[in-house]
C-alpha cells in the first residue's frame, strides 16, 4: 500500500515538474528582450598635481539615445580589482559626473548594473596621472676671462639655483658649438653651492655655454652664451740706428727690441728688410735674445732706408718697426 502511494506521489511531482519547465520555457520564449546600452568617461585633464581635483563625466546611452534616470557607479582601481567609490544617477542627456582627487596616479572606470529593461555596461578606462609640478631652475655661466692667447686656458663657472636655493648634486653639461651646432664636450656635478667648474683651452675663438638637462624633481635650463676669444698677443718693435750719417765704406749697427706689452719677447726670428725700388726686401735676420733685442750691422753704399719685420707665431701677432734711414755722405 505504501509502494502504490509513492509511486503515486513520485509520478506526480514528474508531471509537476514537466509542467513548470514547459511553462518556464514558454514563458521566456514570450519574455521581451532587454535594450543593450554603451557607457562611456571622459575626464577633464589628464595630468594633475597632488591636491588638485578632476571632473570624469560619464554618458549612458541604448543605441543613439540618451538613458536617463538610471544610476551608474564609478569605480576606481585598488590593487587590481575595480571597486565602487560613488555613485550619480543620469540626466537627460544620460550624463553622469564625479569629481576625484586622487592623492597617486589612479585608474577609474563607470559601471552600469542594468534593470529589467536595460542590459548593464561599463565604460573604457580613464588614468588620471597626478605628477608633483617640476620646480624651475636657471643656471648662468661666466668665464675667468674674455680673451686668451693661443695654448691659455680660461675657467667657466656654472650656477645652478632653483629660485635663491642652490641645487646640489644634479649634472650639469658643458657644451660648445660645432658646425652650428651644440655639442656636449664635458660635464660636472653641482657642488653644495650649485657651482660647477670648466677648464676650457680652445685653440681659436669658441662658443660655449651650460645645460642642465632636468629631473623629475627639476625642470630643465640652460645658460647664457659664453664666448671666449682667442687671439695672438700683440707684439711691438721698435728700430734704432747708432749713427745718422756715415762715410762711404763705414758700416751702421741697427738696434731692434721686440716686445709683447712690456716684456720682452726672446728666441723669436726678426727679418732687417732694406727699401729697394719702392719694395722693402729682406736682407738679414737674427733671434731675440733674453730682452727682446736684435742686432744688425749695415754698410750701405748710398743712403738705405730699413726696417725690422717680425713675422708672428701661432702665440704671438706679428709687427714691424719704424723706418730708419742710414745717410751716406
Known sequence: MRTSLTRALAGTAVVA???????????????TPKL??????????????????????????????PVAGEFVYLDRLVKGKFVAVAGDRTGSAGHVYFTVKPSATTSFRLAYLGTAKYDGSHSNVVTILVIKPKAPTT??????KTT??????????????????????KHVYLERTVKGKWVA????????????????????????????????AYKASH????????????????????KTTIKPGQSDLITGTLLSGTKAVASQFVYLDRLV??????????????AGHVFFTVKPSKTSTYELVFRG?????????????????
Open 139 to 144: 643656471l648662468t655661466a661666466t668665464e675667468s
Open 36 to 65: 543593450p546600452t554603451t557607457l562611456t568617461a571622459t575626464d577633464a585633464k589628464a595630468v594633475i598635481a597632488p591636491g588638485q581635483t578632476d571632473l570624469i563625466t560619464g554618458t549612458l546611452r541604448s543605441g543613439s539615445k
Open 148 to 169: 686668451i692667447n693661443p695654448g691659455q686656458t680660461d675657467q667657466i663657472t656654472g650656477t645652478l639655483l632653483s629660485g635663491t636655493k642652490a641645487v646640489s648634486g
Open 17 to 31: 515538474a514537466a509542467m513548470l519547465a514547459a511553462a518556464g520555457t514558454a514563458s521566456a520564449a514570450g519574455a
Open 185 to 216: 664636450v664635458q660635464q660636472d656635478v653641482t657642488g653644495g653651492f650649485g657651482h660647477v667648474f670648466f677648464t676650457v683651452k680652445p685653440a681659436q675663438t669658441a662658443t660655449f655655454r651650460l645645460v642642465f638637462l632636468g629631473t623629475a
Open 277 to 290: 725700388n719702392g719694395k722693402f726686401v729682406a736682407v738679414a735676420g737674427d733671434r731675440s735674445g733674453g
Open 313 to 329: 707665431t701661432s702665440f704671438y701677432a706679428s709687427s714691424h718697426s719704424n723706418a730708419v734711414t742710414v745717410v751716406v755722405s
Open 223 to 242: 645658460s647664457n652664451v659664453l664666448t671666449v676669444l682667442v687671439v695672438k698677443a700683440p707684439t711691438s718693435l721698435t728700430a734704432t740706428e747708432s
